[in-house]
């Protein structure tokens, strides 16, 4: 055998393949993973580059099976809120950002908690004391909701008299005054004003929002929302320039936008995009169906109401934004046309819609290989937890939620009452059942950091640096072991991604798609796991990441 390009030695290496064998050395030719063992001395030529691990571990590179890399890296090139923590702060923040741009027509950022304001509401009235002059929209961290001044709520014409729209909701006071939060499709009121974002603007935005994602070792991504929603345009041409050019060092699926407010009419376009956005890594070959809203505002759909947060039912059990009736229709159509869907499903009715829609397209069709799977599942009523199994449908976690944290104890756990507030997040659930588990962050609604979502699935409690108080761990019987986390976020991911014949595992023959970590961390104690750091990152054996020593 000749000499190799490249040598990890010094060991460990997980990986991730179906016995989770160990190893100690990796050798990479040409850009793929040519001997996995414990000495490859003889493989060491003039020419290889050798990485000594010392120790250290070597796992195939993170896939983010849910992210938002061209909208993570426009909010890094906008006011970013998400390092802040309070009302104040964020003030600070866009009053120095507002400064700075003097001739920008409008202020646009993001990136806020709802935890940090009273009810998750925050008010025009306060935005109007740092902005007064020109409008801004300000979209929280999960992008279901967006805060907004009063010179915005004037430009779109909202006030008491403007209806809800039938997707989402106008935050309102006593008297019906808007106040300054919009939910979900109230949202669509202010961002349809928007300026569109330049061609190049996006590209560079992708670029950022790569470079941040192979800082944590990612080096595969579904990006969830190919389509125009929210305050950013449509990502897909960004990646077909990068694609083209070189530039994209991902390997990118792209999630083609479902727009609810449309029908299986729609899909004729789809199967266009699909052929047109397709270059280099990149290709659209999935369609993202967001089924509810979350539950802090009252929008994921849910099986029974929700509660007031006094032991009394309400008359509010959610939003299905897809009728069931056209749900049940559109995914036996698009995997007939061998579209894999992604749902986004947060309440315990829309996983059982989006689990009723995936068992009409196997009636119709008959088994396949599109690889369906449904993301965040944070409340799987336990009737559901085997389907997952039974239907072939991936359990796409985002696991770095699965904690106790302000908004989980103030704006959820209240009004979801038991026995549903113990059945959020059921991993350990799903693992046992047998379900093919992925794992995501979906940043930029929280970071993209695979070992602190990997902390919290086997902790059930917040890594370090990420915790927002002291808590117990969350209903730690739905943990999750590291090894089975790992595995989540690299061969799960991949198979999600249908990479799993190139990338995901540390074998002969598949690209040398890898991270380098700064220690082992199933050599330490689990509530340090979170600590792990990213050291390098590769793809296809060419460094694309390494960490600053200095």
Same mark, same amino acid.
């Not at 050798?27 to 040519?34: C, K, L």
């Not at 890594?281 to 006094?310: C, I, W």
């Given at each position: 055998?000749?000499?190799?390009?490249? *040598?990890?030695? =010094?060991?460990?290496?997980?990986?991730?393949?179906t $016995?989770r064998?160990?190893?100690?050395?990796? /050798?990479? @030719?040409? =850009?793929?993973?040519?001997?996995?063992?414990?000495?490859?001395?003889?493989?060491?030529?003039?020419?290889?580059?050798?990485?000594?691990?010392?120790?250290?571990?070597?796992?195939?590179?993170?896939?983010?099976?849910? $992210?938002?890399?061209v909208?993570?890296?426009? !909010?890094?090139?906008?006011?970013?809120?998400?390092?802040?923590?309070?009302?104040?702060?964020?003030?600070?923040?866009?009053?120095?950002?507002?400064?700075?741009?003097?001739? !920008?027509?409008?202020?646009?950022?993001?990136?806020?908690?709802?935890?940090?304001?009273?009810?998750?509401?925050?008010? /025009? @009235?306060?935005?109007?004391? *740092?902005?007064?002059?020109?409008?801004?929209?300000?979209?929280?961290?999960?992008?279901?909701g967006?805060?907004? #001044?009063?010179?915005?709520?004037?430009?779109? =014409?909202?006030?008491?008299?403007?209806?809800?729209?039938?997707?989402?909701?106008?935050?309102?006071?006593?008297?019906?005054?808007?106040?300054?939060?919009?939910?979900?499709?109230?949202?669509?009121?202010?961002?349809?004003?928007?300026?569109?974002?330049p061609?190049?603007?996006?590209?560079?935005?992708?670029?950022e929002?790569?470079?941040?994602?192979?800082?944590?070792?990612?080096?595969?991504?579904?990006?969830?929302i190919?389509?125009?929603?929210?305050?950013?345009?449509?990502?897909?041409?960004?990646?077909?320039?990068a694609?083209? !050019?070189?530039?994209?060092t991902?390997?990118?699926?792209?999630?083609?936008w479902?727009?609810?407010?449309? =029908?299986?009419?729609?899909?004729?376009?789809?199967?266009?995009?699909? %052929?047109?956005?397709?270059?280099?890594?990149?290709?659209?070959?999935?369609?993202? &169906?967001?089924?509810?809203?979350?539950?802090?505002?009252?929008?994921?759909?849910?099986?029974?109401?929700?509660?007031?947060?006094?032991?009394?039912?309400?008359?509010?059990?959610?939003?299905?934004?897809?009728?069931?009736?056209?749900? #049940?229709?559109?995914?036996?159509?698009?995997?007939?046309?061998?579209?894999?869907?992604?749902?986004?499903?947060?309440?315990?009715?829309?996983?059982?819609?989006?689990?009723?829609?995936?068992?009409?397209?196997?009636?119709?069709?008959?088994?396949?290989?599109?690889?369906?799977?449904?993301?965040?599942?944070?409340? &799987?009523?336990?009737?559901?937890?085997?389907?997952?199994?039974?239907?072939?449908?991936?359990?796409?976690?985002?696991?770095?939620?699965?904690?106790?944290?302000?908004?989980? &104890?103030?704006?959820?756990?209240?009004?979801?009452?038991?026995?549903?507030?113990?059945?959020?997040?059921?991993?350990?659930?799903?693992q046992?059942?047998?379900?093919?588990?992925?794992?995501?962050?979906?940043?930029?609604?929280?970071?993209?950091?695979?070992?602190?979502?990997i902390?919290?699935?086997?902790?059930?409690?917040a890594?370090?640096?990420?915790?927002?108080?002291?808590?117990d761990?969350?209903?730690?019987?739905?943990s999750i072991?590291?090894?089975?986390?790992?595995?989540?976020?690299?061969?799960?991911?991949?198979?999600?991604n249908?990479?799993?014949?190139?990338?995901?595992?540390?074998? $002969?023959?598949?690209?040398?798609?890898?991270?380098?970590?700064?220690?082992?961390?199933?050599?330490?104690?689990?509530?340090?796991?979170?600590?792990?750091?990213?050291?390098?990152t590769? $793809?296809?054996? %060419?460094?694309?990441?390494?960490? !600053?020593?200095?």
């Amino acid at each position: 055998m000749p000499y190799a390009d490249l *040598v990890f030695t =010094g060991g460990p290496v997980f990986t991730a393949n179906t $016995v989770r064998s160990r190893a100690g050395a990796v /050798a990479v @030719s040409r =850009g793929r993973i040519v001997a996995v063992g414990h000495d490859l001395d003889e493989l060491v030529g003039p020419s290889t580059e050798v990485v000594d691990l010392a120790g250290r571990m070597l796992v195939p590179g993170f896939q983010d099976a849910h $992210v938002h890399a061209v909208w993570g890296g426009l !909010d890094r090139l906008r006011c970013d809120l998400s390092p802040y923590a309070s009302q104040p702060e964020y003030l600070q923040a866009l009053a120095a950002f507002a400064a700075a741009r003097p001739d !920008d027509p409008w202020i646009l950022g993001g990136g806020w908690s709802m935890s940090a304001f009273p009810g998750g509401t925050p008010t /025009a @009235s306060a935005l109007d004391t *740092v902005i007064p002059d020109r409008p801004a929209f300000l979209p929280n961290r999960d992008g279901h909701g967006a805060w907004v #001044n009063s010179a915005a709520l004037r430009r779109a =014409g909202i006030d008491r008299d403007t209806p809800d729209p039938a997707d989402g909701r106008i935050e309102r006071d006593a008297d019906g005054n808007p106040t300054g939060t919009l939910h979900e499709g109230a949202m669509s009121l202010v961002n349809r004003l928007l300026p569109a974002e330049p061609p190049e603007r996006m590209v560079e935005a992708l670029l950022e929002g790569q470079r941040y994602l192979h800082s944590f070792g990612i080096t595969a991504w579904q990006d969830a929302i190919i389509g125009s929603y929210g305050d950013a345009g449509d990502p897909g041409p960004a990646y077909v320039t990068a694609g083209a !050019d070189g530039r994209l060092t991902g390997r990118v699926v792209g999630a083609l936008w479902w727009d609810r407010t449309a =029908g299986l009419e729609q899909i004729p376009s789809l199967v266009e995009r699909r %052929e047109r956005y397709r270059a280099g890594r990149f290709a659209a070959t999935s369609v993202k &169906v967001m089924q509810d809203g979350v539950a802090e505002n009252f929008t994921a759909s849910m099986l029974e109401p929700y509660g007031d947060g006094h032991g009394h039912p309400t008359d509010n059990s959610g939003i299905s934004f897809v009728a069931p009736e056209v749900l #049940n229709e559109a995914v036996p159509e698009l995997d007939a046309l061998g579209f894999q869907v992604h749902f986004h499903a947060i309440g315990d009715r829309a996983v059982r819609q989006c689990l009723d829609a995936v068992a009409h397209a196997l009636d119709r069709n008959g088994p396949g290989d599109n690889r369906h799977h449904i993301a965040h599942l944070q409340i &799987v009523h336990p009737d559901d937890v085997r389907r997952f199994r039974d239907l072939g449908v991936a359990a796409n976690m985002q696991s770095l939620w699965a904690t106790l944290e302000p908004q989980m &104890v103030e704006l959820t756990l209240p009004f979801l009452g038991e026995p549903r507030s113990g059945w959020q997040y059921p991993f350990g659930d799903l693992q046992r059942s047998g379900a093919v588990l992925a794992a995501g962050s979906d940043w930029s609604v929280s970071s993209p950091n695979p070992l602190a979502a990997i902390h919290t699935a086997v902790n059930r409690k917040a890594a370090p640096g990420f915790e927002e108080g002291e808590y117990d761990a969350f209903l730690p019987e739905q943990s999750i072991d590291l090894a089975t986390s790992l595995t989540a976020y690299t061969a799960g991911s991949a198979w999600v991604n249908h990479l799993d014949e190139a990338t995901g595992t540390i074998e $002969v023959g598949k690209y040398a798609d890898l991270a380098l970590l700064d220690r082992d961390p199933f050599a330490g104690p689990a509530d340090e796991i979170g600590a792990t750091r990213v050291l390098q990152t590769f $793809v296809e054996g %060419e460094r694309v990441f390494a960490a !600053d020593r200095s």
